[in-house]
Nanobody, 123 residues
Framework: QVQLVESGGGLVQAGGSLRLSCAASGGTFRPYNMAWFRQAPRKEREFVAAIRWTGGSTDYVDSVKGRFTISKDNAKNTVHLQMNSLKPEDTAVYYC????????????????WGQGTQVTVSS
């Protein structure tokens, strides 16, 4: 089945930028859709952005619109999350997720998950 590996997290000052990457591998090829979620301590896992593998349409939570951009590299089976103008409230563990059906904003709809990468934004 699908294995997802995130990278690119780190510590950055408010106003700075980071680019997260999620590499997908394993299993027989089948078009699938991918999303980014994040989870801060003592908070529920929150939808951030999603992208359709076929067609490339995207969806963003309102709090990151204009600051974050999700993109994909079909040849490398990789999805990216470019995060600009980072705020302390963006601090969380960021997870890559995938499913074969239409992208949604609900974490419980996704059946493949990466291990997460920590993003910390200091004031």
């Amino acid at each position: 089945q699908v294995q997802l590996v995130e990278s690119g997290g780190g510590l950055v000052q408010a106003g700075g930028s980071l680019r997260l990457s999620c590499a997908a591998s394993g299993g027989t090829f089948r078009p699938y859709n991918m999303a980014w979620f994040r989870q801060a301590p003592r908070k529920e896992r929150e939808f951030v952005a999603a992208i359709r593998w076929t067609g490339g349409s995207t969806d963003y939570v309102d709090s990151v619109k204009g600051r974050f951009t999700i993109s994909k590299d079909n040849a490398k089976n990789t999805v990216h999350l470019q995060m600009n103008s980072l705020k302390p409230e963006d601090t969380a563990v960021y997870y890559c997720a995938a499913r074969f059906l239409v992208p949604t904003r609900q974490a419980q709809d996704y059946n493949y998950w990466g291990q997460g990468t920590q993003v910390t934004v200091s004031s």
